[in-house]
């Protein structure tokens, strides 16, 4: 009996140790690859406007996307504009500066991106919201985390941010 739960314990020890894998997504006609160690939280559709949700797995881990697209027509600095006022009613970001809006790139698309930083608690974050459009879909993808997991989280943002189609 002891020898049987020894190996079980083994086995089981060794399969939650087993690394986990990149996964390729495909959520309302938009594709990615969601990095190992990170996960789709939360999905939503309302007819013009979607988004996707993706977390770094963790209690402590704090690496966010957030894709929102629509097929309405938006300029992109407007669609900007109503992505950062959506940031501005969390009551728990204190603090929130926005940087001004540059001409970027994400992966393959062209368009603008604003830095922004604030505070939940004591803890400061940081993050870029990039804004864009291809195939008639705008899209705001925002990046963000805390800046002291800016390293553990970069990889992620960058196996994102490379394997983005729609």
Partial sequence: MRKALSVLIVLMLCLSCTKQKSMDMLIYGVSFTCPAGWEVTDTGHDG???YVC???KGFSSSGLVV????DEDFELDKY?????ESFKEHHAFTGIVFQPAVEANYGKYKG???AYTFKIGTLKHEGKIH????NGITMALVHQEAIEDHQKNLSGFEIIE???SF
Wanted: charged letters at 20%.
């Fill in 48 to 50: 013009t406007t979607a």
């Fill in 54 to 56: 993706i977390e770094k």
């Fill in 162 to 164: 490379e394997s983005l």
């Fill in 67 to 70: 894709m929102s697209f629509t």
């Fill in 80 to 84: 900007l504009r109503l992505t950062q």
């Fill in 112 to 114: 603008i991106a604003s």
């Fill in 131 to 134: 804004v864009f459009q291809e």
